[in-house]
T-cell receptor
């Protein structure tokens, strides 16, 4: 199984450009998450989707939008990129069946906004 | 500020020594999990402890949870150079589906 797959792995954007980060999981998980990680820091939750058809804000949602396209896919969109959004973005998923389950992470997307 | 605060921020030990890192959190949880991250790569799940558990072991890992103090500790025994990584706690917040991460401890094990 591929697990959690993120695309692209690297991206450079100019200030004001838009882009969508894609995430797909093949584990039939209900819940999916987007995090950002700045250098030397922990992960901060941007948005999450507890189940197909629902999305909610996390700790740092400003400047981002998300779409839970189906059970497998959860995308993150930057409408007008800013240098402050330079970061590594991680997608994660968890089954949430009965709670108390681990989260599985993608390998990250390294985004630079110039 | 983040839900989870970890200390120390950085830890440097000799191979064979034990490493202890601590995590404190702010709100009620369903469980607390520890993850390892090698050099900016993805996170790998290490161990999960439920809110009604006090201690859990997995190989060289020992995790404790004190819900009255809202704190947890991760002990890595007989450390190896390959344990060099950043370690993060994550809390599954009660009443939500949020997983919130701590600030992390950077562990360096010297051969």
């Amino acid at each position: 199984n591929a697990g959690v797959t993120q695309t692209p792995k690297f991206q450079v954007l100019k200030t004001g450009q838009s882009m969508t980060l894609q995430c797909a999981q093949d584990m039939n998980h209900n819940s999916m998450y987007w995090y950002r990680q700045d250098p030397g820091m922990g992960l901060r939750l941007i948005y999450y989707s507890a189940s197909e058809g629902t999305t909610d804000k996390g700790e740092v949602p400003n400047g981002y939008n998300v779409s839970r396209l189906n059970k497998r896919e959860f995308s993150l969109r930057l409408e007008s990129a800013a240098p402050s959004q330079t970061s590594v973005y991680f997608c994660a998923s968890t089954s949430q069946t009965g709670r108390n389950t681990e989260a599985f992470f993608g390998q990250g997307t390294r985004l630079t906004v110039v | 500020s983040q839900q989870g605060e970890e200390d120390p921020q950085a830890l440097s030990i000799q191979e064979g020594e034990n490493a202890t890192m601590n995590c404190s959190y702010k709100t009620s949880i369903n469980n607390l999990q520890w993850y390892r991250q090698n050099s900016g790569r993805g996170l790998v799940h290490l161990i999960l402890i439920r809110s009604n558990e006090r201690e859990k072991h997995s190989g060289r890992l020992r995790v404790t949870l004190d819900t009255s103090k809202k704190s947890s500790s991760l002990l890595i025994t007989a450390s190896r150079a390959a344990d060099t990584a950043s370690y993060f706690c994550a809390t599954d917040l009660r009443g939500t589906y949020k997983y919130i991460f701590g600030t992390g401890t950077r562990l360096k094990v010297l051969a």
